[in-house]
Structure formats: C-alpha cells, structure tokens
T-cell receptor, first 112, second 117 residues
Framework: GENVEQHPSTLSVQEGDSAVIKCTYS??????FPWYKQELGKRPQLIID?????GEKKDQRIAVTLNKTAKHFSLHITETQPEDSAVYFC???????????FGAGTRLTVKP | EAGVAQSPRYKIIEKRQSVAFWCNPI?????LYWYQQILGQGPKLLIQ????????DSQLPKDRFSAERLKGVDSTLKIQPAKLEDSAVYLC???????????????FGPGTRLTVL
C-alpha cells in the first residue's frame, strides 16, 4: 500500500517568513494529494489539494507543488501569520480518495 | 450544511472492556471513513465504506475492531476487547457526492477521544 513520509516534524518561523513542508509518497498510482490543517483539539480541515495532472496550485498565501517523477509534493505558506500555527498533514490516495494515507504531520509555530 | 457528527466525544474505559462509537456523515455523502489518530501522529485509515460496502479495511485490527454501515448512512465502530494502545482519537470522515467536484474532499467529524486505562 501507499506510504507517505513528511518532513520536518516541527517547524518554527518568524511571522512574515515563508514555511515549506515536504512529503514523499511510494505508490506511483497515487493521483490525489490533499493537505490538512489541524489546530489543537480540533478536526483536520482541508486547506488545499492537488491532482496528478497538475504541477502547482495556489490559493492566496498557500501553494502546493507536485513532482510526479520524484514522487514528492510540498506545501508552501508565504507571509506566515500566528494563526497559521497548527499541525499540517499531507496525504496521498489512489483512485480518487481510495486508500488515503496520511503523513505523520508537521507542527508549525509562527512566532509574532 | 450540517457537518459530520460523532458521539460520544470522550470515553474512558478499562482495558478488556468494549466500546462503540457512532458517526453520522454529511447528508448525501456515499463514502465514509474511520481513522485512528494516536497523539502526535497522522490519522491512520481503519476502514472505508462506499455506501454500505467495505472498500478498504486492510489496516483494521479485525481481531478486536469491527465496523458496520448497515443502511449506507450512519456507521458504528466497535472495539472488543480494548487494549491500552487503543487510546487515541477516532475520527470519522465522509466525502463525495458523485459528479460534484471536488468530491474527493473529506470532511472530518470532531472525533471521539478514547482513553483506555
């Protein structure tokens, strides 16, 4: 089955700086890559996703890039704000949401 | 629209006891997922239903865990008997109205925090 690895496990940045979180996946058949944000004690919420037919996707301060050849994808947050502090999870799935596998998470801290 | 509902929100049991969790997905969502999230880890898929059929239960410890979705709507997840290592948050999620994009997005419930003593 799919195996997703996520780095770093913790990330601390100054407010206004950029943050980058990277994930690798093992199954070349994976075609859907969502990113979830989970604040302390709350449920994961989708922030952005990308499909395998696209190399990059942006939504305001958030962007995701996908390299299918290398089987890795990354989350980029620009102009970070303290409210961006949370745990971020990447995930990968095969065949439109089947067999979803999550990374271990990255705890992002944005210092004011 | 109403979100995914789960109950109970918290449960404390002793090892070897049984426990059951309930999930009501978003109306119209055909796919329902149960995840186990151990503290400090990402969600781990336990079982995935498409309507009332099982799509994937490869990571479900079937000797002690069971789940059902009899009418293709609500679902229950049961642990019998519980072990200390089952302490975790159990998340239910649902997705998909076929033909509506992005139907891949999974919407999570608030979770049930299980503590096994």
């Amino acid at each position: 089955g799919e195996n997703v690895e996520q780095h770093p496990s913790t990330l601390s940045v100054q407010e206004g700086d950029s943050a980058v979180i990277k994930c690798t996946y093992s199954d070349s058949a994976s075609n859907y890559f969502p990113w979830y944000k989970q604040e302390l004690g709350k449920r994961p919420q989708l922030i952005i996703d990308i499909r395998s037919n696209v190399g990059e996707k942006k939504d305001q301060r958030i962007a995701v890039t996908l390299n299918k050849t290398a089987k890795h994808f990354s989350l980029h947050i620009t102009e970070t704000q303290p409210e961006d502090s949370a745990v971020y999870f990447c995930a990968a799935s095969v065949h439109n949401n089947n067999d979803m596998r999550f990374g271990a998470g990255t705890r992002l801290t944005v210092k004011p | 629209e109403a979100g995914v509902a789960q109950s109970p929100r918290y449960k404390i049991i002793e090892k070897r006891q049984s426990v059951a969790f309930w999930c009501n997905p978003i109306s119209g969502h055909a796919t329902l997922y149960w995840y186990q999230q151990i503290l400090g880890q990402g969600p781990k898929l336990l079982i995935q239903f498409q309507n009332n059929g099982v799509v994937d239960d490869s990571q479900l410890p079937k000797d002690r865990f069971s789940a059902e979705r009899l009418k293709g709507v609500d679902s229950t997840l049961k642990i019998q008997p519980a072990k200390l290592e089952d302490s975790a948050v159990y998340l239910c999620a649902s997705s998909g109205v076929a033909g509506v994009r992005p139907h891949n997005e999974q919407f999570f419930g608030p979770g049930t925090r299980l503590t096994v003593l």
